[in-house]
């Protein structure tokens, strides 16, 4: 099977909403860092570390590689976990959420997208 040479739009779409979800984790922990000190510096150390991990998927996205499909998918199913669970406490605002990590993962099951992971 060959690997697709052209990254999908919705792949390209995906990698650059992760390099900003990397961007706003890291700031979030750098200001929870400056604003509470002691307890901020795990806090903050978590969201930066969380960021950090949005560009390294962001990049395996990018790439095309396999590993970055399996943690795309992984964490869409906890996002619609989440999202679920939020929308049972009165959340109505995770149904949004619920709703774009359905797309993710049904996205990411489409043919043209599974042959550009190798898959």
Known sequence: MSMQKDRPFGVTLIAILAVLGGLGSLF???AIIVV???VGLILGGILIVI???YFAVSYGLWKGLEWAWIITLIVS???IIVGL???IVGNMGAIFHVIVNGIVIYYLYQPHVKAYFGK
Do not use: D, T, W, Y
Request: glycine share 20%.
């Open 51 to 53: 960021g950090i991990a």
């Open 36 to 38: 509470i000190p002691i």
């Open 28 to 30: 979030s922990g750098l």
């Open 85 to 87: 669970a939020s929308l």
């Open 77 to 79: 199913v906890l996002g």
